[in-house]
């Protein structure tokens, strides 16, 4: 099984849709959760942190559900820019050397 | 500016060759990683550094080896043992290392596509 799960997509939807990514992880040990975004053969840039509660950053929201061991991306009035691939990131703190994982990402387009 | 400098964009290797990918980067970051990238798979981890002097392998860390002799730099070379070496590599670097700070980010170079003639 692998640490992180991301469905690859891909999402085609409409400008001005709202599209939801899920990811889960199989490891309870995570502490910290990202989104990455990752334009086609460019470097991944972060998006967002997920924070326990829940974080907005304009059109997007992140939440975690650590019972469950899932997040979730949320974006909003999706825009012709938002197509990309977005990458989910787990941090284990399990040992003394920390480790980061990405699920192998979601691939969305949103046309005119 | 400050930023992670991977080069070359674009490098070719011939079977039984060893290359080298560069990496550089001028944000004083103690932590630096390789990392590869297949078509539709995610990041997989080959080698990183908490510190200058040390590394520590990834996952995927055959066919492959480094050194940090120098905190800005982390040069990665792909060996001949390595025999499905064609794949996008990103070099990243962070402050610190994920270990030591819960929400340390990382910061990526822009990659270096390697293939194989």
């Known amino acids: 099984r692998k640490e992180v799960e991301q469905d690859p997509g891909p999402f085609n939807v409409p400008e001005g849709a709202t599209v939801a990514f899920n990811c889960t992880y199989s490891?309870?040990?995570?502490?910290?959760f990202f989104w990455y975004r990752q334009d086609c053969r460019k470097e991944p840039k972060l998006l967002m942190s997920v924070y326990s509660s829940g974080n907005e950053d304009g059109r997007f929201t992140a939440q975690l559900n650590r019972a469950s061991q899932y997040i979730s991306l949320l974006i909003r009035d999706s825009k012709l820019s938002d197509s990309a691939t977005y990458l989910c990131v787990v941090n284990y703190r399990g040992s003394t050397l920390g480790r980061l994982y990405f699920g192998r990402g979601t691939q969305l387009t949103v046309w005119p | 500016d400050g930023g992670i400098t991977q080069s070359p964009k674009y490098l070719f290797r011939k079977e039984g060759q060893n290359v080298t990918l560069s990496c550089e980067q001028n944000l004083n970051h103690d932590a630096m990683y390789w990392y590869r990238q297949d078509p539709g798979q995610g990041l997989r981890l080959i080698y990183y550094s908490q510190i200058v002097n040390d590394f520590q392998k990834g996952d995927i860390a055959e066919g492959y080896s480094v050194s940090r002799e120098k905190k800005e730099s982390f040069p990665l070379t792909v060996t001949s043992a390595q025999k499905n070496p064609t794949a996008f590599y990103l070099c990243?670097?962070?402050?610190?290392?994920?270990?030591?700070?819960?929400?340390?980010?990382?910061?990526f170079g822009s990659g270096t596509q390697l293939s194989v003639l």
């Open positions: 990243a670097s962070s402050m610190s290392s994920p270990a030591l700070v819960t929400n340390e980010k990382l910061f």
């Open positions: 490891n309870s040990a995570s502490q910290s």
